[in-house]
């Protein structure tokens, strides 16, 4: 069970369905389940969507990707699947996080560098 929230990360453009994360573990897709909700609070799914959507949101406000990157390296698939998963999570679209918790890119005098927040 240690194992996944490293194997979810490395492994986040892909499908990772419950049945592959149960693989990882040796154990039934069941057992997995089970254990795993019990173990952390949330079903694997929910996991590996919030793994996708916080690896997301670290990009975006990065600002230095497009958006049908993110959605692909994140596992989402396409940019209209990370919007509507944005849209259920925060209420807005990716480009709306993006812009409204990205870095601020200019300073008192004009030079551009990024300011962490």
Known sequence: MARIPSYVLDHLRHELSVEDLAAVTGMSV?????????ESGVTPREFVEQARVDAARNLLEAGELPLKSIAYDCGFGDSDRMRAVFARRFGVSPS???????RIAMTNWGNTRAIPH
């Open 96 to 102: 709306e996080y993006g812009a409204q918790f990205g």
């Open 30 to 38: 069941r057992s997995f389940s089970r254990h795993f909700t019990q």
